[in-house]
């Protein structure tokens, strides 16, 4: 079976949250289920974009949409466990972006799971995708 490969940026992230696993990341087998991953990808980006004043919906006066997500699944985590995300921005084209996330266990350094979601800016009045913001060009070399 072909495995998924998802390189981190050679970077330092461009922002680090730490989200506490709640039960209801939590499935039947008694650790984080694979849904979980993306909701916690996606409660990180909140908080960065909010961090910056910005939102899903006004980064720069455009909003995102996700086009594409990837998650690769490295370690177990447990309800109850702090997870330390961090969020690199990478491969700007004409109309998007890559977030890339590393989520790691606090209290061990176990890295847990990697993610990317590609996010395209989009016009909601013209339904159509738009380019990119040149400040979001600017904010994203921070």
């Not at 974009?49 to 690769?72: C, P, R, T, Y």
């Amino acid at each position: 079976m072909a495995r998924l490969k998802l390189a981190l940026p050679d970077f330092e992230p461009h922002f680090k949250t730490v989200i506490p696993l709640t039960i209801n990341f939590v499935n039947y087998g008694g650790h984080m289920g694979n849904d979980a991953v993306l909701t916690l990808c996606h409660e990180a980006r909140l908080r960065f974009l909010k961090d910056h004043n910005q939102s899903e919906l006004d980064l720069f006066g455009k909003a995102l949409i996700q086009g594409d997500a990837m998650v690769i699944y490295k370690s177990e985590a447990f309800q109850g466990d702090d997870l330390e995300i961090d969020i690199y921005i990478d491969d700007l084209s004409t109309y998007g972006f890559d977030f890339i996330y590393k989520i790691t266990r606090v209290s061990d350094q176990v890295e847990i799971a990697r993610a990317k979601t590609g996010m395209v800016f989009f016009d909601y009045e013209s339904k159509k995708v738009t380019k990119i913001p040149v400040e979001f060009e600017n904010f994203s070399k921070i």
